[in-house]
């Protein structure tokens, strides 16, 4: 809890109510985005908090989305995140946060992500207002949140990417001011990261998502390759769903390859916390191809030794760059 309060200290904010609201979504972060969450470690202090702000935004949403109570049905699921959505938007309109705001899918708080005496709410409205973000990326997330509950599947690679631009894009574009752009061509290359970070994890959760009833690869792919989603579903990874898999991963390659250049055009107290999510999330794509393919029945992961070789390095690098800041 000390790092904590550093990162809050050290960030100015003061107000008990503020720093439980970021202490919930810091929490959100150490739990539920550990590659996410270490590349944070890698900022100083003072962004920290804001990084864990917009995470538990995004990460709540994809709560009542994906992982509360099952016997809720899609439609009341939709119900709950208009009705948390509008609170957020009407907060973020009239700078009051109302009751309610943190509480649980069931309205007793109890048993749900970011439930507490603030929730995360108030810290994302403070980072909103702190580095003037844009409403429309927010509003955007939302959508593509709700598009989870009725959209199954994406006939096209542009269709796939309307989702991604509100799932994915608008959150690099939200964190690019925190990171400090020392030229305002990084906005393109924040856009191509943010979708390259979101096909990687289409593709590790493949089998997961399609469990719950959704695909993430364009029908005109599996089209290409003769693949169904029968055949995905009985968890054979064979000639077809081999060669769909190899085809998707190396168009999120591509996107790596695009992002990459931009990370230079961060501050250097930024960069590094991004070439650890760079390669990390990269990581992901060698991971499937290390498993032969083989996530239609498991998730495969980036390991711990991995993930500290990476960012070991990396943290001696940025602490370095905290003491002898360079623009170059």
């Known amino acids: 809890m000390s790092g904590l309060r550093s990162e809050l200290d050290a960030a100015g904010i003061t107000d008990p109510r503020l720093r439980s609201s970021y202490r919930a979504a810091r929490e959100l972060n150490a739990v539920h985005g550990r590659t996410y969450y270490l590349a944070t470690l890698l900022l100083p202090r003072w962004k920290r908090p804001h990084v864990h702000a917009l995470y538990g935004f995004a990460r709540y949403a994809d709560e009542i989305v994906d992982d509360l109570d099952s016997t809720l049905t899609d439609e009341a699921k939709a119900q709950w995140l208009r009705q948390w959505g509008n609170r957020f938007l009407t ?122 009833g959704r695909v993430y690869l364009p029908q005109t792919s599996l089209d290409l390759f003769g693949v169904t989603r029968e055949r995905l579903a009985t968890g054979v990874v064979d000639g077809p769903v081999r060669r769909l898999l190899t085809h998707e991963i190396a168009r999120a390659r591509e996107l790596f390859r695009s992002a990459r250049p931009g990370i230079r055009l961060l501050h250097p107290t930024s960069r590094d916390c991004l070439w650890t999510a760079f390669h990390l999330y990269g990581d992901i794509l060698d991971e499937i191809e290390r498993a032969d393919y083989q996530i239609l029945d498991r998730r495969v992961s980036v390991g711990l030794g991995r993930r500290l070789t990476v960012a070991t390095p990396a943290l001696i690098r940025a602490t370095r760059s905290r003491r002898h800041p360079s623009t170059s």
């Open 91 to 212: 907060a973020l309109a009239t700078g009051s946060v109302g009751v309610g705001v943190g509480v649980g899918v069931d309205g007793s708080g109890a048993g749900s992500v970011g439930a507490g005496d603030a929730g995360v709410l108030p810290a994302v409205l403070h980072t909103i207002r702190r580095f003037d973000l844009p409403v429309a990326y927010f509003e955007a997330f939302l959508t593509s949140m709700a598009m989870d509950l009725t959209v199954t599947g994406y006939a096209t690679w542009d269709d796939l990417m309307v989702y991604v631009h509100g799932s994915a894009v608008v959150i690099g574009l939200q964190m690019l001011p925190i990171l400090e752009p020392v030229d305002a061509s990084a906005e393109a290359y924040a856009r191509d990261l943010g979708a390259a970070f979101q096909l990687a994890n289409f593709l590790r959760d493949v089998g997961e998502d399609l469990r719950r």
